[in-house]
């Protein structure tokens, strides 16, 4: 229960949303206010400068003076690496000044707009911390025996004989420098499954929980505990590896290649229903997203489905372009011929090669009067073949310019030019190779479901599918962390102040960054950018709408569903608010005001 090791791990910071507090927190209305502050952060500089006069007179549970010391405390351990933070990269760069024991400001290097959500940092005191080495750090007992300012302070932890934590209780601080809580104890429980949880709902033991299965949410519906259900900022997509390494194992049969092609990707979007997925999956329980950005939450346009949403027959035609067939009900394509391109030509070239190339671009699919209108097949690459060339390329400027950062044809035929040709002229008659996807996803509810339903999905339409579901420790790992997938499927959390840069920018391809995609588009990072330099709201919308329909128009992923987090409450607990919440934990960000008992008071 410390944070500078919670964001990896529910439950902790469930904890430490109760028993620490930050600079600013949520209230019950899911707007960012003071906590340990007095008032809202002084932003100057153009947002490079941010300064925090901090609360008098604040006491830890211990009873000892809370004051910027205990802030840079904190902050300076997160940054450093001997502690390895998993939250050490939303510091770095940060310069932390103590004015005074009351008064702190922060120096960025660059103007970043979502920084002050940043500040909901839970703080440490140093006075107990600041004695422990990093390689005790995450290990000491202290850990279980927390010292927040927050509303609640620890009062009992019981263990089992092998040390696992079976009950926690807290009880209100009454020295919490807001409001004291009106419930006077909570105590969390722990149990080993989701079904021993719901026996004991039954037996009238628990007031609140959560569940994680979509056939238990489904089940419980007891009258007894209403459904409270919080928007969170997230969304789940299935995101392709547009730059997979080397070597990537299950890809017989749809190539890495191929998966780059905007085509494929296309195909592969227009033939999945997500209303169908959300209905067979979630009961209807989830919402149908078509953009990485959700305009439904932070209030700009919408966008439409992507080409108007599912539709094989649309599906099919692109697959066609790039040399995929349907029979007996599976789509794959031809080998090529021993009639392909196989090296690179060029004006000054002649020979057998020339001569192929200029009947593929004088004919149907690949050409005809459009591309070649001269139509010559005489074997001599000229400056008639090389505008023809040119013409092809600048149609299919998608697969053969797009991907090497090209807007103009250049009149060679490369290994892009010569793929495009080949898929559409030089197809074998012999083996159909089957098109399949491989999809990875974490095991872990109801992701697996989900895969579960696109390979439903694809199959019958005519796409082969495999599944790897593997553990969430093995998926950073061993998957995320080298890019060693085809197509993942996946969730990524946005803030209240949303920042996409680690998700989109090209920057942020590699590990730790969270491009899953490794999408690279310039446009997109300059908008990326500025968004983070921009602290008008209004401009920063617009900004996220011009990102919206450059990502969507690149298909990087198919974005397909988000799910509030569901929370059963006793209906004794009132004065509960369900405002967009970051992270489940904030939940508990207006627990102030819950109370059970309510009696009569003179104004």
């Known amino acids: 229960m410390n944070p500078i090791y919670a964001d990896t791990n529910d439950v902790d910071r469930d904890i430490i949303q109760l028993i620490y507090s930050g600079i600013l927190r949520y209230n019950n209305q899911g707007e960012l206010v003071p906590d340990l502050a007095t008032t809202n952060p002084e932003i100057q500089d153009g947002g490079k400068t941010i300064t925090v006069t901090l609360k008098e007179n604040v006491k830890w549970h211990d009873g000892m003076p809370f004051g910027a010391d205990d802030i840079l405390f904190t902050i300076a351990t997160i940054q450093d690496p001997a502690y390895k933070s998993p939250i050490r990269a939303n510091w770095i760069g940060v310069d932390v000044e103590k004015v005074s024991d009351s008064k702190i400001r922060f120096h960025l290097i660059d103007p970043y707009a979502p920084f002050v959500e940043r500040l909901t940092l839970k703080i440490l005191p140093a006075h107990i911390w600041n004695q422990v080495t990093p390689e005790n750090f995450a290990l000491t007992p202290l850990n279980l025996q927390p010292i927040g300012t927050g509303p609640y302070q620890m009062l009992k932890v019981e263990q089992n004989r092998s040390g696992l934590v079976q009950e926690l209780q807290l009880e209100a601080y009454n020295g919490y420098h807001h409001a004291e809580p009106f419930i006077g104890t909570i105590t969390f429980r722990f149990f080993n499954t ?13 007031d609140s929980f959560s569940l994680a299965q979509v056939d238990n949410l489904q089940r419980m519906k007891n009258p007894a505990f209403p459904l409270y259900s919080f928007s969170l900022p997230r969304y789940f997509a299935l995101f392709f590896n547009l730059d997979p390494p080397a070597g990537l194992p299950g890809q017989d049969g749809i190539s890495q290649k191929e998966l780059q092609e905007k085509a494929v990707r296309q195909a592969l979007s227009l033939s999945i229903d997500k209303e169908q997925l959300i209905t067979n999956v979630f009961q209807d329980g989830a919402h149908v997203v078509h953009s990485p950005f959700l305009p439904s939450i932070f209030g700009f346009e ?53 001569r192929k190339l200029q009947q593929c671009l004088s004919q ?25 060339v040119i013409r092809f390329q600048e149609k299919y400027a998608a697969e053969v310019l797009t991907p090497i950062g090209l807007i103009k044809g250049t009149g060679k035929a490369g290994q892009l030019t010569r793929e495009k040709l080949n898929a559409l002229c030089f197809t074998g ?58 197509a993942l499927l996946f969730g990524e959390v946005l803030g209240k102040i949303p920042d996409p840069f680690p998700f989109w920018h090209s920057t942020q ?20 950018e500025d968004t983070r330099k921009e602290l008008d709201q209004t401009k920063r919308m617009a900004l996220l709408e011009q990102m919206q329909e450059l990502v969507l128009a690149d298909v990087p992923a198919i974005f397909l569903y988000s799910f509030d987090y569901k929370y059963f409450i006793s209906k004794q607990v009132q004065g509960i608010q369900t405002p967009v919440i970051t992270d489940p ?9 819950w109370y059970i008992k309510a009696k009569r008071a003179p104004k």
């Open 585 to 593: 934990s904030f939940r508990f960000a207006g627990i102030s005001d």
């Open 302 to 354: 919408e966008p439409s489905p992507p080409a108007g949403g599912l539709n094989q027959e649309k599906a099919l035609s692109l697959l066609a372009e790039v040399g995929y067939t349907r029979e007996e009900g599976r789509i794959g394509k031809k080998e090529l011929s021993q009639e392909a391109l196989t090296k690179d030509l060029q004006k000054g070239d002649t020979g057998e090669d020339v």
């Open 509 to 528: 391809a590699k590990t730790p960054g969270l491009n899953l995609s490794s999408y690279s588009n310039k446009t997109v990072d300059k908008l990326l």
């Open 364 to 388: 149907p699919p690949a050409g005809g009067p459009e591309v070649y209108p001269e139509g010559t097949v005489n074997g001599n690459f000229g400056q008639l073949t090389q505008q023809a």
């Open 194 to 206: 989701e079904e021993e949880l719901m026996n004991e709902t039954v037996r009238g033991t628990i």
């Open 429 to 486: 008659s012999g083996e159909h190779t089957p098109l399949s996807i491989t999809i990875t996803t974490v095991d872990q509810p109801p992701l697996p479901e989900v895969a579960q339903e696109l390979e439903n999905q694809w199959e019958s339409f005519g796409i082969q599918v495999e599944i790897q579901s593997l553990s969430p420790t093995t998926i950073e790992r061993d998957i995320i962390k080298p890019r060693g997938y085809q």
